[in-house]
């Protein structure tokens, strides 16, 4: 039976595993005849343990009907890829290992060949190329000639104080010799941090495909990191985004607070375009090159909260940008009488509309993901109708928009739409599903249902939000069911497909995601009212909701309630564990938040303190008017001891570690031993406090850093976490369950 168990979970995982997700889109060509997307798709391959990347191009009528599609074209090992705006060429960054050696190359494809190849090390202008979401570029001109990019800085090389030199060395060899400094090979060299290991300096890099030569753009200031750059309509100049490092590199994967401008780059020559003290993102330009827009927020506060939509009139006399899309502190009123909480999300490569007016974004609204148009001129927004699914635009060309479609019950599907004016009005885009997902078995007999709770009290945020995803129905008290807080802790809950949490739900689980207070999508209020309130206000919404989701649906069994959750849902987790002992029977935590005291000092984000209020984070830090130094975390500045203190208590209090002699729940920990943003000790403290107390508990330990998402350890710790859950929430006993 136990045997039998295993396996079932094991073949379901399979059975998920074999929908790909879509990871992207381009409109390749939107004539009147024909419409040609190229989609980009990731697939876990299992038994490579590996995640395949592959290419899809499907063909359309100007019906949106699909006459032709071609077979997936494996793409692994590219990273990045463009084509010019012709797509007569193509651009292909690509990673191999030649002799053990991993290599970067840049390939020059035309419709019939490989035209040029560049081995990046051989050229040695700079380090690797950036990939990530965060820095990446990779634009051709609008001349067709030159290729833009941001890599890792060429470093001078070093050797030892002493080192032995070869007999009779030649002569030639020595100004090779004068460029290496000696005593700087230990020399520390600060990254970004958490999924950012080794991106310490980046510096914007240009290949010009007629001379065969790659230079370093100058003139960006040493202390700034320049990012997601693009060129400007003439190809004279480079707009992007430069981070502020000095004094201190702060992580910045899920934190849009770092203080940053939208710049200019031309002739060497270097201006900010975006005022002082804001945190920015995304600069695009409209397709006539007049306007500028980029999403921007105060620096510091909250690692993520709402932006404005900022707009400047590229190449005129105006200095300052026009706000398009302020920031909503709880919610507006827009067109057709919907309500609109804020902008969340980030702007697609392509995002206006053919007659550079209307611009098209898609954010997180309660719990899903909506889009919409913008007039620019009018500042009107109107939400493009939907059903319940969320829905996110992936690219904009010519008028055709090419949408990500997905909910919890359903994998994400690529489908095409066509932008008539008339949608501004009534937010209808007729669109077409362009690729297929293949029906989960079983799924016939689940639902998914968002609901909201409003508290009755004095609290300014009285509200927050639950998804309940499981059995439609059942006999009354027999499905065991997880609670599931979201990590962040500024994010929330979307209705989008999770392979862990399909797993639980076909193996029997019902689950309920709980966007708490302090979650984004409801407001910046919301988001701002969590500080000074964890391990407090979060905790009581989860309870809520546990106590919520029997009343309204009575077949969840009271007596069989796990807890399931990752960085502050571990946190969260771990509190509800030890603060309700009988109410929840079993608890997979992974890289848990465990005594925040502890962990504020050594994590890639120490200005996280969301223990304390942004009244007492201003008391300890002075904050010496933020606005007016530019630079909200200041370490610079000394606290009297008996604040740091005080600081310190308040961390603690608010910690799970406090109430750890509460817990009786069997725990399963899964863990980091690279995460940079809580630290694997957190874990293991958590791990040796429960063994102490004999509370039955299992400790995983992997090589890998934060999400746990690489291909070996996703399988391992998702199958695991199922299995522990079914045997101490269900009842289910497995063979050997670890101990």
Known sequence: MASNQVEKIVNLYKTLAKNPSLSGAKIIEASNSRISILSAWSQRNLE????????????LNPELQVQSESFPVDVTTELLSASTVDE???????????????????????????????????????GDV???????SFEWSSDKTKLLYIAEKKLPKSEPFYKQKPLNKKDTDKKEEDEVTVGNEYIYKP??????????????????????????????????????????????????????HEPRYLGLIACTNRLSWIFLLKDGEYKNLSSDGCAVRCPRFSPDGKNLIWLER??????????RLMCLEFNSDKTKADVLVDIVQTSVSIKNAKDFYGLYGRLSRRCWSSDSRYIFFSTPQQNSIHSYILDTKTKVITEIKNDKSSLSILDVKDDVIAFWET?????????????NPEAVDNGIIKRNKVSNVTPISGSENLMYEASEYHYDNDDEIKHFNFIYFGPKSGEEKSVPFIIVPHGGPHSNYTNVFILDYALFVLSGLAVVQVNYRGSTGMGSKNVEYLQGKVGDVDVKDCVTATNEALRNYPWLNPNKIGISGGSHGGFLVTHLSAQYPDLYKGVVARNPVIDIAAMFTISDIPDCRNALSKEEKIKYHHDVCAAAISQPFDESVPIPESEQVEMLVKMFKCSPIIHVNNVKAPTLLCIGSNDLRVPASQGKLWYQRLKAKNVKTKMLLYEDNHPLASPAVEIDNVINACLWLHEHVSGDKTEDSGS
Do not use: C
């Open 298 to 307: 105060e620096a510091g506060g909250v690692h993520h909260n709402a932006h």
């Open 130 to 136: 950036y990939t990530d979401s965060e820095f990446a």
């Open 191 to 244: 990254h970004w941090g958490e999924q950012l290991v080794g991106k310490h300096r980046s510096i914007v890099a240009v290949l010009d495909t007629i001379t065969d030569t790659i230079s370093a753009l100058s003139g960006i200031p040493d202390e700034l990191s320049p990012a997601q750059v693009i060129w400007t309509e003439d190809n004279q100049g480079v707009v992007g985004v430069a981070w502020k």
């Open 407 to 419: 909910s919890i019950m359903e994998p994400a599907v690529l489908s095409i739409g066509k932008f």
């Open 48 to 59: 490579r343990k590996a995640n395949q990347k592959f290419f899809q191009t499907h063909v």
């Open 88 to 126: 007569k060429r193509r651009a292909v960054l690509r990673q191999v290992t030649i002799e053990n050696s991993t290599k970067q190359f840049i390939e020059i494809w035309d419709k019939q060949r490989l035209v040029k190849n560049y081995d990046l090390a051989a050229l040695d202008v700079h």
